[in-house]
């Protein structure tokens, strides 16, 4: 069974960054597809970035485009996202979630029925 931890929230000033991070227990990481998502208050939780296990295939929301950057470091078992210019309505608590199967497969299933969620870490955006 995979757990997952995340790290690095925070308070930030817009147009400040952070970088999230979520460390992955078990010897399966390397094949997992992984991704960040968001719930604000009164929202619903949303996808924000997916990484698959090779690395090499990534989706972002467009919201996040060209602000966000997930990558995946195999042998820390740890994905992370680096924010940059956050603005308020970035303020969110962002969860990691895996999911197994093949590339694409996971890919999907982690919008659908991930194997594991995070417990989230909480991002703040201050205007």
């Known amino acids: 069974q995979v757990q997952l931890v995340e790290s690095g929230g925070g308070l930030v000033q817009a147009g400040g960054s952070l970088r999230l991070s979520c460390a992955a227990s078990?010897?399966?990481?390397?094949?997992?597809?992984m991704g960040w998502f968001r719930q604000a208050p009164g929202k619903e939780r949303e996808s924000v970035a997916r990484?698959?296990?090779?690395?090499?295939?990534?989706y972002y929301a467009d919201f996040v485009k060209g602000r966000f950057t997930i990558s995946r470091d195999n042998t820390q078992s740890t994905v992370y996202l680096q924010m940059n210019s956050l603005k308020p309505d970035d303020t969110a608590v962002y969860y990691c979630?895996?999911?197994?199967?093949?590339?694409?497969?996971?890919?999907?299933?982690?919008?659908?029925?991930?194997?594991?969620w995070g417990r989230g870490t909480q991002v703040t955006v201050s205007a």
């Open positions: 078990g010897r399966t990481f390397s094949s997992m597809s």
């Open positions: 979630a895996a999911a197994r199967g093949g590339l694409l497969e996971s890919l999907v299933r982690l919008t659908t029925d991930p194997n594991c």
């Open positions: 990484i698959g296990w090779t690395g090499d295939t990534i």
